[in-house]
């Protein structure tokens, strides 16, 4: 028997509350121990392992800081959530989305795929619209070197 809506969305949103507030070890709760994550595009690649997520997380808190999310809409399975969302805020370093160097305040869609086992999170797919977050920092950084 699948998960109910209700408790798939409580897990999502708890996950979503320790990402916003950069707590590593709160996300990693909501995981299962053989958790699987992976954010397209991105470096990182494929991860499996729980020392890899840590290390991931770590790395995207520093060189991201969100100023909110605003849902767009959830699509539901038995043990399966598609959410989307828009996402705001000031990315410090674009190298997780290869974009190195590069910073500016930037609002654009993700896609999650949140896949549930026994309470958590067993799998986490992230899309982000880097066409979107790519031409807003583009468009950043020649604004400030015009105002300079």
Known sequence: ?????AEMDAIIDQHFAFEASDDVDGVLGSMTEDAEHEIIPSPFGRITDRAGIRRMYELLF?????????????????DFVVDEAEWRGTIVDGRPFLLDGKEGRV??????????????IAREDVWCDLAAIQGQ????????????
């Open 1 to 5: 028997m699948g998960m109910s809506q």
């Open 62 to 78: 520093r060189d991201l800081k969100g100023e909110g999310v605003t849902p767009l809409r959830r699509l539901y399975g038995d």
């Open 107 to 120: 609002s654009f869609r993700l896609l999650h795929i949140f896949q549930f086992r026994e309470g958590r």
């Open 137 to 148: 920092l583009r468009a950043g950084r020649k604004a400030s070197a015009a105002a300079a």
